[in-house]
């Protein structure tokens, strides 16, 4: 079925948003707009999409695009539910500075004055861990250290196994001496804000930022598939089309990862909350202050340095990167850019703000969406900070299948063309169940003429153990989970095994590094 498209064409369309400061786009911004959104959802197959752009506080521009369900017939619109991933993070941080503003906590109390049970791997950076740093990713740990505990959704890993997992969790740097982000970290702020502020975190997230702010439409906790309706769907890419992947249950489940990427708003939610942020004096709706202009300032201050990318310099002309609470801080050409991306299996997101021009940009798309976000990021970016200097899409799409074809051959996924199913004679003094202190429990066990991985805890990390050479992967049953690791016994009494990404470049969050499994039985 094609896109159906629907634009935001002068004010008519623009009141749609009765919450938001509007002004109508001039016919040629709307014209390049439309051209950008629709030359990306072309380029990239997008199955929908929500966009929206900010100029001097206003909203001047809304577009959106496809589906909700691929072949639905079920449109896209400024209200439609989109996961926002870790653009959740900066509504994390909006709340702590809201406890702090109200003398609740401060941001650097220990971690343990909240959480007395609150254990890193080294005793020293457990006494000295303070609020502020679990949110700026300078923690030692691996970056997407156990992420495998919130990601496949859903599973049956608890916030409280998170806390505790953390102290099985070897850092690979020391305490604050660089950046690796940090999914766990924000989990365990969240259980900090819940703390301090007598509530859930799902209930502080509405009383502290839904509710006040008017933002009708974002979830954070469990809620009711069709009661709420219009909820985009994830897809990926398969047999060129889009095809739905871990759909939503009828009743939504409480999210473990809330705080650190669970959270679903609207488009016009997202650009309600962008426009707060570029307010001078942070007013609510109701003309109250939300939030005082020093935690803005605590919240948009560089804390961590953040590596600065080639395609940053090239693409954006940026001169300096860094972590603030929640946000990225960064320049566009000189031009102060908060911002942050939000990744999930099938759903992208971005939210760029720059409050040097009381402008910005936010988009929602329920894809495979990787490429289409980091090219449409650069182009809405140049737009909104020199025009004169912003190039096609097609360009910076050109650009990045020239980046990608220069990748040094050892950061390329090996050719697993040649696997083939191992039985169980082929694996008999491999066989059992084998435990790791932080992600449980998996059974290496036969499944009739094949032999299985199964995760106890993480339903989704299920599959069939394949050879190829003289190497073991785990192929999954669920063709969303694109990262396959390769398994590695030992002979030691009793055995172990570890694992590794078959492709090196794979989602940091496939962590399977950090995991070190010892057998403790024979299979059942």
């Known amino acids: ?67 909700l369900s691929a072949g639905s017939g079920q449109q896209v619109n400024a209200d439609t539910l989109f996961k926002i991933a870790s653009n959740s993070k900066a509504m994390t941080t909006g709340v702590l500075a809201r406890l702090v503003d109200a003398g609740k906590l401060k941001w650097d109390d220990p971690v343990t004055k909240y959480l007395p049970q609150f254990r890193m791997y080294d005793a020293w950076v457990t006494q000295n861990m303070q609020v502020r740093d679990l949110l700026i990713h300078n923690s030692g740990l691996r970056e997407g250290a156990g ?10 890993f608890t916030r409280a196994d998170i806390i505790a997992g953390l102290a099985h969790l070897m850092p690979q740097h020391s305490f604050r001496s660089r950046y ?46 069709e009661a709420v309706g219009n ?46 942020w570029l307010d001078a004096d ?39 990167n860094a972590y603030g609470y929640g946000w990225r801080v960064s320049d566009v050409d000189g031009v102060l850019r908060v911002a942050h991306t939000g990744t999930l299996a099938g759903m992208f997101s971005a939210v760029n703000l720059f409050p040097e021009r009381n402008a910005g940009f936010v988009f929602l798309i329920n894809g495979d969406g990787s490429d289409a976000r980091a090219v449409l990021n ?26 990608r074809a220069r990748e040094p051959a050892e950061n390329r996924a090996h050719d697993t063309s040649s696997r083939q199913a191992v039985t169980p004679g082929n694996m008999t003094q491999w066989l059992g169940v084998y435990r790791d202190p932080w992600f449980g429990d ?8 094949t032999v299985g991985f199964v995760a106890a805890k993480s339903p989704r990390m299920a599959g069939r153990i394949m050879q190829v050479g003289e190497r073991r992967l785990v192929d999954w049953d669920d063709d969303s989970i694109d990262a396959e ?11 172990t095994l570890q694992l590794s990404k078959v492709d090196p470049d794979a989602d940091f969050s496939y962590d399977y590094d950090d995991l070190a499994f010892t057998r403790i039985r024979d299979c059942p």
Not at 147 to 156: G, K, T, Y
Not at 235 to 253: C, F, K, T
Not at 442 to 449: D, Y
């Open 180 to 225: 690796a982000y940090d999914n766990l970290m924000y989990v365990v702020a969240g259980e900090v804000a819940a703390a301090a502020g007598g509530a859930s975190y799902e209930d502080l997230v509405r009383r502290e930022l839904f509710e006040p702010l008017g933002m009708s439409r974002c979830q954070a906790g469990a809620f009711n598939r």
């Open 442 to 449: 998996v059974s290496i066990c036969a499944r009739e003429s």
């Open 282 to 320: 942070l007013e609510s709706q109701q003309g109250d202050v939300w939030l005082s202009k020093e935690q803005r300032t605590a919240v948009w201050s560089a804390h961590t340095p953040m590596p600065l990318s080639r395609r940053q310099r090239e693409w954006d002309g940026s001169r300096f």
């Open 378 to 403: 650069t182009v809405l970016a140049k737009y909104l900070t020199d025009p004169d200097r912003a190039r096609a899409v097609t360009w910076y799409a050109q650009s990045l299948e020239s980046e």
């Open 147 to 156: 992420d495998l505990m919130l990601w496949p959704e859903p599973n049956q």
């Open 1 to 67: 079925m094609p896109l159906n498209f629907s634009r935001a064409p002068l004010l008519a369309a623009l009141l749609g948003i009765a919450s938001c400061a509007q002004a109508p786009a001039q016919p040629s911004q709307i014209e390049t707009f439309d051209t950008i959104v629709d030359d990306v959802v072309q380029r990239y197959h997008l199955p929908g999409i929500a966009l929206g752009v900010i100029q001097d506080g206003k909203v001047i521009y809304k577009r959106t695009a496809g589906e």
């Open 231 to 276: 909820v985009a769907q994830p897809h990926m890419r398969q047999y060129n089309g889009n095809v739905v992947i871990r759909a939503d249950e009828a009743n939504v489940p409480v999210s473990t990862s809330a705080a650190a990427g669970g959270i679903r708003c609207s488009l016009n939610d997202m650009l309600t909350w962008m426009q707060l």
């Open 485 to 495: 690791p390769w398994l590695e016994f030992s002979s030691a009494q009793p055995a």
